[in-house]
T-cell receptor, first 113, second 111 residues
Framework: DTEVTQTPKHLVMGMTNKKSLKCEQHMGHRAMYWYKQKAKKPPELMFVYSYEKLSINESVPSRFSPECPNSSLLNLHLHALQPEDSALYLC????????????FGPGTRLLVL | QKEVEQNSGPLSVPEGAIASLNCTYSDRGSQSFFWYRQYSGKSPELIMSIYSNGDKEDGRFTAQLNKASQYVSLLIRDSQPSDSATYLCAVNRLNTDKLIFGTGTRLQVFP
């Protein structure tokens, strides 16, 4: 089983709203990732958690706040977003390490008005 | 120079033909190479991974790796219209969990 689930599938929010994206995997993977993908562009890494600790933050603005409550769950808290933050947000997981495959969830399509 | 480079396409091939997708990378220390397929509006799906020089075959797909030339390719035999998608080449940066993606090649298979 290589399933990563994400909720919600779609999200529309205003610039003053606070919302959260959720990601879950039950593969025993120790690394989890958040990516942002704009149309016709490749996924762009935002954050990496390894053993529930933040290991990579790609200089993401503080209006995006990641959280890893346990080894199976990953959240992305959103606050005061801008319209240019509208994108597909992808979660992925892997066993960790440079040789391991990352498996992607279906993504959350976010629209900021 | 970009770390991972792909021709953006579109690459158009007739049904039944072989589609050849190419990717070059700049970091000689890279050890892991992945091909993902992404349909419009969907998330990336792993097609192949390859770690050693040479060919790796899985059904209609063959990945080829040449570390001396810093080149990795994906061949799709007997291409089908359902293969029409964007193919993303990805390379793991050595000793990190970081995956570097190319810009993707859009493949169109016409009947």
């Amino acid at each position: 089983d290589t399933e990563v689930t994400q909720t919600p599938k779609h999200l529309v929010m205003g610039m003053t709203n606070k919302k959260s994206l959720k990601c879950e995997q039950h593969m025993g993977h120790r690394a989890m990732y958040w990516y942002k993908q704009k149309a016709k562009k490749p996924p762009e890494l935002m954050f990496v958690y390894s053993y529930e600790k933040l290991s990579i933050n790609e200089s993401v603005p503080s209006r995006f706040s990641p959280e890893c409550p346990n080894s199976s769950l990953l959240n992305l808290h959103l606050h005061a977003l801008q319209p240019e933050d509208s994108a597909l947000y992808l979660c992925a997981s892997s066993r960790g390490g440079s040789q391991e495959t990352q498996y992607f969830g279906p993504g959350t399509r976010l629209l900021v008005l | 120079q970009k770390e991972v480079e792909q021709n953006s396409g579109p690459l158009s091939v007739p049904e039944g033909a072989i589609a050849s997708l190419n990717c070059t990378y700049s970091d000689r220390g890279s050890q892991s190479f992945f091909w993902y397929r992404q349909y419009s509006g969907k998330s990336p799906e792993l097609i192949m991974s390859i770690y050693s020089n040479g060919d790796k075959e899985d059904g209609r797909f063959t990945a080829q790796l040449n570390k001396a030339s810093q080149y990795v390719s994906l061949l799709i035999r007997d291409s089908q219209p359902s293969d029409s998608a964007t193919y993303l080449c990805a390379v793991n940066r050595l000793n990190t969990d970081k995956l570097i993606f190319g810009t993707g090649t859009r493949l169109q298979v016409f009947p």
